[in-house]
């Protein structure tokens, strides 16, 4: 299995509160990505980056901001949590990237709950 | 705009028989696509995938059908077994995302 570590993997927070997800690969891959889970939808991206501090927008990008400031490590941001941003996130990593193969290898998921 | 659908949110199979997992796109300039499996509290993992210059690619019990003119692609697992339960999700690259679908439910039943 890749080596992808998401914390927390629960967490339960309130309406306004700053959330960060962090996301620890030691696999040395390239591309990092974050994706959110809700029923209907599937799997959206929220936003990805192609290497240390180079990122980019997703589908829903809006309320989320990232941050890579080393290979191994992929932040995510809610800067004010809203009901609406309760869902599963998952983090992916890639060697050669979506655009390549598009491969992914997924985390375990963080369940976040926004009250 | 989903540019990648599963239309049909649950599927139920009986053990040994085939099951049959569609997907449709939009987007003409994607160049590759796959299927992705996921179990409850895990993440997905990769299962198979096919490049838009073939029409199909078999692993196995699973193979993957791509209809370019229809911009359909398919999903066949045979013989269904138990453990295939799960929600199968498709997804298309291109450029340097890849997009998903809503995902299919699949229930293999004894």
């Known amino acids: 299995d890749a080596g992808i570590t998401q914390s927390p993997r629960h967490k339960v927070t309130e309406t306004g509160t700053p959330v960060t997800l962090r996301c620890h690969q030691t696999?040395?891959?390239?591309?990092m990505y974050w994706y959110r889970q809700d029923p209907g939808h599937g799997l959206r991206l929220i936003h990805y980056?192609?290497?240390?501090?180079?990122?980019d927008k997703g589908e829903v990008s809006d309320g989320y901001s990232v941050s890579r400031s080393k290979t191994e490590d992929f932040l995510l941001t809610l800067e004010s949590a809203t009901s609406s941003q309760t869902s599963v996130y998952f983090c992916?990593?890639?060697?050669?990237?979506?655009?390549?193969?598009?491969?992914?290898?997924f985390g375990e998921g963080s369940r976040l709950t926004v009250l | 705009d989903q540019q990648v659908k599963q239309n049909s949110p649950s599927l139920s199979v009986q053990e040994g028989r085939i099951s049959i997992l569609n997907c449709d796109y939009t987007n003409s300039m994607f160049d590759y696509f796959l299927w992705y499996k996921k179990y409850p509290a895990e993440g997905p993992t990769f299962l198979i995938s096919i490049s838009s210059i073939k029409d199909k690619n078999e692993d196995g019990r699973f193979t993957v059908f791509l209809n370019k003119s229809a911009k359909h692609l398919s999903l066949h697992i045979v013989p269904s077994q138990p453990g295939d339960s799960a929600v199968y999700f498709c997804a298309a690259s291109g450029t340097d995302k890849l997009i998903f679908g809503t995902g299919t439910r699949l229930q293999v039943f004894p």
């Open positions: 696999e040395n891959h390239r591309y």
């Open positions: 980056s192609y290497g240390v501090k180079d990122t």
């Open positions: 992916a990593i890639s060697d050669r990237g979506a655009h390549a193969t598009g491969e992914l290898f």
